[in-house]
């Protein structure tokens, strides 16, 4: 599956779309369910209304609490502070998974 995250862009052919974060989670779990492979995702940041729709962080945020992250990820989203935020996470999140598992010694 390749997953696009947004509420007023077109969907790319090929891709299944969110338009909320709370969608994108569930087509994540209902994925994994069924074993189908999470080929890509792309994100929007702001998806409307964030009480109701979430936003893209917060679809980023899951996704590597619960560690799935495809090697194809993008962030389409035109809120260039977000997108700098959300690529932080990335690549904090990749740092400490090349960590050894015991880094008490």
């Not at 369910?33 to 729709?53: K, N, Y």
């Not at 989203?77 to 690549?91: D, F, G, V, W, Y």
Request: net charge negative.
């Amino acid at each position: 599956m390749k997953l696009y995250l947004d509420d007023c862009r077109e969907t790319p052919p090929g891709w299944r779309r969110a338009n909320t974060a709370w969608e994108a989670i569930g087509l994540l779990i209902l994925a994994g369910m069924r074993g189908e492979e999470v080929e890509a995702i792309s994100l929007d940041h702001d998806l409307g209304d964030e009480s109701t729709a979430g936003t893209g962080m917060d679809v980023l945020d899951w996704m590597l609490k619960v560690d799935i992250v495809p090697d194809d990820l993008y962030f389409h989203t035109a809120n260039e502070p977000a997108r700098r935020i959300m690529i932080s996470k990335l690549r904090s999140w990749k740092k400490a998974k090349e960590l050894p598992s015991d880094t008490t010694k």
